[in-house]
């Protein structure tokens, strides 16, 4: 499922729910006109109760807005097993987070995205 497109917006969040896990895929820039879309696409993954992964290797920019619906998942996804792992890094988000304090809920995986 794809929630915005590359447009005026400047940015697009693809969807992928696979049987067991949920594929976030994160282009262009992500500020705070993205964070509506994050929020409802963060509610779905998290009524599924699957693992997330977060690919933001495209990702320009990644704003509070977006970090914080993510940050949320993170924490409360109230089932064993479920948490979210960034499956795609990219050194300036990882930065931020490292220098929020944030990075620990941002664990990255060593393995390729497959929903």
């Known amino acids: 499922m794809q929630l915005d497109e590359l447009g005026d917006s400047g940015f697009r969040v693809d969807l992928e729910q696979g049987a067991d896990r949920t594929l976030f895929r994160l282009s262009g820039r992500l500020g705070l006109e993205a964070a509506p879309a994050m929020r409802s696409a963060v509610l779905q993954a998290a ?10 290797q495209a990702a320009e920019y990644v704003g509070a807005g977006v970090i914080q619906s993510l940050l949320a998942l993170a924490v409360e996804q109230p089932k064993p097993g479920a948490g979210l792992t960034v499956c795609r890094d990219r050194s300036e988000i990882r930065d931020l987070l490292e220098l929020a304090g944030l990075a620990r809920y941002f664990p990255v995986s060593a393995e390729r995205p497959s929903a």
């Open 47 to 56: 009524a599924r109760g699957c693992p997330v992964d977060i690919d933001w």
